[in-house]
Every structure is written in C-alpha cells, then in structure tokens.
C-alpha cells in the first residue's frame, strides 16, 4: 500500500486504482483479493514462487473493477504483488493511481529457484540499515538469496557466543553484527521472501579468525590458511556453525574454499612434520581441510555450498550433496552438472558487480545454461547469483553499484530463456531496464543510470532519469 499509494491525497488510505483501458474506457479497482492456497510460511530452496495476477471489471456492466493474486505459497503471492505495484502508476493530472493497458491476466514464475546477490561485510562494515535496504530493493527485481560473505581475511564483524574473541577481529568495536542484528536480518529478508545464505570462508580468506584466537594461525607469518593440524581449528569452525545454525535456517551455507594459498603450511615447520607424517602433499592438505568442514556442516543438517576451486582440485571426493559456485571459468557448471553436482552460477566476467566496466547488456545476455543442452543437466543448475564485492564498495556507492545492472541478471534468472533472447534487446530490454531503473530511484533506491561506461557513476549532463 505505501509502494503504490506514495502520493498524499484523500484515497491515500484506501485501495482505489482507476485503471485505464487502451480504448480509454475507465472504471475503479476498489478491491485487491488474494488467494493463497497453502498456510505453509516454510521458506526453502525451491519454494513455489508462482502467481496469477488477473485485473478486470466484474461484468460489462460494473463501473467497478476486481484485482485478484491467486498463489500455491505466500512468497507466490508475494511476487504477485510486486508485480501488481509495478503496474500502477500515479498520474499527476488525475492525482490517482491508474493501470495501464488493463485488462490484465498475468501468470508468473521463476525460471530459476536461486536468484541471489553477494553482499560483502569484511572487505567494509555496512549498517543494519543498509543491509536491510539492499534487501528491500532485492524484492523490488526478484531475487531471493542474500549471500552474506559476512567474514573474510580483513575483518571478522560478527559475534560469535561460543568463541566471543572471534570478533576482535572487526574493524572497531562500533563495526559489529550482533546474533540479535544478524536474528533481524534474517526475518526482515523472510518476509520479503528471501533466503539468507551465510558463509563461513576456510580453510583461507581467514587471517582476521586469528587476532582473537592466534592458535588459528600456523605461525605469525603464516596467518593463513588457518591451521590443518589442530583440532582446535576444526573446534572452532563447528562452535561458529553451531551459533549461526541458531540463526540461519536456509539449507545452504557456503564454506568457501577459494584462492588457497598454501606455500607457507611447507614453510612452517609443525605443519611440514604433520604433512610428512601423514604423507601428504599441501593440495592433500587442502582436501582434508576442505572435507572436515563439509561433515561439520552436513552434521548441523546444512548442505555445504563451495567455490569452484573445490570442484576443480578434488571434485570426485566432494560430498556428493555440495553446491558448487562458478566464478572463475566459464564452463564450470558445465563439468560439475555433468559429474552430478548442482551448480550456482556466477561469472565474475560479466556477473559480478564491483567490475564497473562491465555494461548491462553484457550482464543482461550473460546465460547461465550455456553448453548445457541436456534438460536433466540443465535441472543441476539451481540458478544464479551476481555479487557484489567490497574491497572498493561500502555505504556510499554500494547500492548505485549493485543497481540497475544486477537487474538485468534478475530478469535472466526469473523469465523464460526464449523470452530473454529474442529480439534486439536494446529495443525490448532497454526501455525496460531505464523505466525499472527509474522506478528504483522513486522508490529511494539510489540506482545509477543505465547507460554509463563505468558503473555507479552520476549522469555526465542533465536529463531524463528514463533517457540514461
């Protein structure tokens, strides 16, 4: 109601829309009735996402019009609605709200179940709020995971009750996520329709786990990878599991696993005699780390999301439940789909957001499916994800650099392959793209324009917010 009526006026606090035919007959939707057929508030990989809008008059007869959103689950009817929203529109000579083009019968849903954004909560600390209005403009195209890297090798922000020194890795004292803030996150994105996927990044991406706990190190040189030898390692992984399980319901939480760095395990002189003594080479090392943390998480009834490097190291003794995430080589989910593993796609070349160089249309044709012919291998692939690193990202840019071009990978991961490739989408999805960015930045979402060489930057001169 606050999306659709954002305008004050008398009927601010009812639903009246005028919808306007093409042949220019008017008549009012006094009423929005939504149908849903499940009381299931369950919000799991796959949920039915489905809608049917239908907006019309009751009879030829009626001045009055009916609006109904019929849906198998909430999150159906939740979708439903945001696509009612985007259909109306405030005219400014009326001072009402008015449907274009009606009548409408509209039936929805997503080609993919996993349509995420990567947030970046290490590389900078962004606020509750922030957080939460990434979120709010997440539901506004769609998407359905936020994947919170929430710890990495600069900073370790979030509170951990059983190793409460783990967080004097933050930044400060003031750049912090208590169980309580991440417990809000997560019901905040719920009732949004939108998972949250944790991740905890080991065995490297690790050094901040140390400045509480320096056990974690191997030595003070060697401040990453954490320590393969000890079990106090592995404790500590399972004790910051067993909080977040408290927290993070999602059945996905991601372990990693990327850019394994493990020159210096040779060069430290414990770990060399515990490699030698177990004949192991650090690429074994690596697996066993790897493999541990996996059983630790699939014993918290998680199943373990790993990054690609994973796959392509040891791929055959992987658990066979793990989701693999593409990021570095163009045919990964190709491999990992066809040796049975389900897939996140996720290009860094065109899909992820803090390379500014990349231009929507790079992202928007970007196809997630490609080389993929065979449709049960194709079912492997649970979807996709553009991701939104924050080495060069914090509160100030992060939401002009996330929007308006992860938008373009939002409608490739909800509409039919076949809808999204015809055509010459600068004619087709353009319009599009301009009209959605535009309908962000009235909903306070501070996207930046479309047409930029670099992402996020401001308009070059005056204009239209629909013209760049």
Known sequence: MGIIFKHASGRASSLLARIRFLRMVEYDITSLKIVVHSDSEELQLGVDESYTLMVSKKNEQSIVGAATIEANTVYGALRGLET?????AFDYLTKSVQIYKAPWYIQDKPRFGYRGLLIDTSRHFLPIDVIKQIIESMSFAKLNVLHWHIVDEQSFPFETPTYPNLWKGAYSRWERYTVEDASEIVRFAKMRGINVMAEVDVPGHAESWGTGYPDLWPS???????DVTKNFTFDVISGILADMRKIFPFELFHLGGDEVNT??????????????????????????????AQQIAISKNWTPVNWEETFSSFGKDLDPRTVIQNWLVSDICQKAVAKGFRCIFSNQGYWYLDHLDVPWDKVYNTEPLNGIEDPSLQKLVIGGEVCMW??????SVVLQTIWPRAAAAAERMWSTREAVSKGNITLTALPRLHYFRCLLNNRGVPAAPVDNFYARRPPSGPGSCYAQ
């Open 263 to 292: 020159d210096c395990w040779k060069n430290t002189t414990h770990v060399k005699e515990w490699l030698q003594g177990r004949n192991f080479t650090t690429k074994d090392a690596y697996k066993y780390f790897v493999l541990r």
């Open 220 to 226: 003070l040189s060697c401040r990453e990878p954490l």
């Open 84 to 88: 009612f929203s985007q259909l109306c």
């Open 390 to 395: 924050g080495e060069t990202a914090d509160t």
